[in-house]
């Protein structure tokens, strides 16, 4: 955005984790991204005041040392705030960026800022690693369970009718015919497409479902916690920011509430707070927060910030149980 008038400008790429496609080719992304931001504003990088960057693939101290090496090459001498791409959440759904915040969507993490400014953040890196709870370890956990319905081994689950309707199978198995080489044309299959079925199975009062799904928010619960428990004490205040498509847009809120009521367990004083803003707009308010240490005044430019990445209609909210 252009601090000078508060315009704000948006532009998209091609995916950069450099992890997955080298950091010469991230660099270059990152650098045509840039120079087409500033090209709409007529500016070059000396008007660039500080810059707030969420990087995916910023995951250990050795990614840390590869991307400031890269952003000391493409925003030499400017401030600027760089984090794995999850803090952006933790920063827009706070005051000050202080708090623990979980992301659920296609993966998930948590993280958390104490106040005295460490930071520490676990996951992000899949669930081979030991991270679960994101809507693709719904989605797969939601399939165990409707194949244990349909062949005896478990109890029975809507979800077993409604995975056959999404994906137009006569049977379960048949899904199987999604994968082989000679699928039919358009049928993408992705255990993810599968999530939104749980919540909608666990609305109509589903036990399997409502099961699956207060597993996934105690298994985001114990991520939390054990940020938690790096930054503040079993007594503190403070927010726990909920993130990611999963968390922000689900149908229900057994989720949400399964999450909140365990990290509660531990830390009976924390506020749950459902982020209504698109992530990106945390990575703008870190820039804000430097230009504002230059003397900047920002109080406007945070408000249009806000109004320009407010999420469109209404979000769900926790339970009120959840919430007090």
Known sequence: MRLSDGAI????????????????????????????????????RAHVAAAGLGIAGFDRPKDEIVLAAAFDELLPGIPRELANDAYPVLRAGTSDGVGVAVISGTGCNAMGTG??????????????????????????????RAFRSQDGRGPQTLLAHLI???????????????SMHDSRPGTAYHPGLLAPLVFEAAGLGDPQAISVLEWAGSELGLSARAVARQLFSWDAAFPLVMGGSVLQRSRT?????ALVADVRREFPRVTPV???????????SYALDLAAGLGVDVAELRKKVREHFHL???????SSEASK
């Open 9 to 44: 400008w948006t532009e998209q790429g091609d995916g950069s984790n450099y992890q997955g496609c080298g950091i010469a080719k991230a660099t270059a992304i990152w650098r045509s991204l840039l120079d087409d931001v500033l090209g709409r504003f007529g500016a070059t």
């Open 115 to 144: 106040p005295a400014g460490k930071r520490y953040r676990i996951g992000g890196l899949g669930p081979d690693f030991g991270d679960l709870g994101s809507g693709t370890d719904i989605a797969i956990e939601a399939l165990r």
């Open 164 to 178: 056959r309707q999404k994906l137009g199978l006569q049977r379960l198995d048949d899904l199987v015919d999604l």
């Open 253 to 257: 809120s057994h989720l949400r509430d």
């Open 274 to 284: 459902l982020l209504d803003l698109h992530p990106v707009a945390g990575g703008i």
């Open 312 to 318: 469109q209609g209404p979000l769900p909210r926790p």
